[in-house]
């Protein structure tokens, strides 16, 4: 984004909202991180499924494409996507902020409608 378009971005939401600029910067900056693995996790999927595609219509047998080999990439490079995305999204994304309060209320309910 440009500087002058980010400007007019900020005033804007300043007037709607009120907020400060050091809001703005972080709220910014969150939103640039998750754009960034969205575009990382669409690379993994365009390349992966062009490497293992590729070698399932390039060989001449079916035994290359249930090679170890033709996944390693996939694997190996998914773990480090799903990395980035805990460095994104942050360790809540299993279990969020009151997972285990509303746990406990949901079988609080269970318990309730059965009786």
Do not use: C, P
């Amino acid at each position: 984004m440009r500087r002058l378009e980010k400007d007019f971005m900020f005033e804007k939401l300043q007037k709607e909202t009120g907020i400060s600029s050091e809001e703005y910067y972080i709220a910014y900056k969150k939103v640039k991180r998750i754009k960034r693995f969205y575009i990382h996790l669409t690379v993994y999927l365009l390349v992966n499924l062009y490497l293992i595609l590729n070698m399932r219509f390039d060989s001449d047998s079916n035994d290359l494409f249930y090679r170890w080999n033709t996944y390693s990439t996939a694997f190996f490079w998914g773990i480090g996507l799903i990395a980035h995305g805990l460095s994104v999204f942050g360790s809540r994304v299993l279990f969020g902020d009151n997972w285990e309060e509303n746990k406990i209320k949901e079988f609080i309910q269970k318990k309730d409608n059965r009786n």
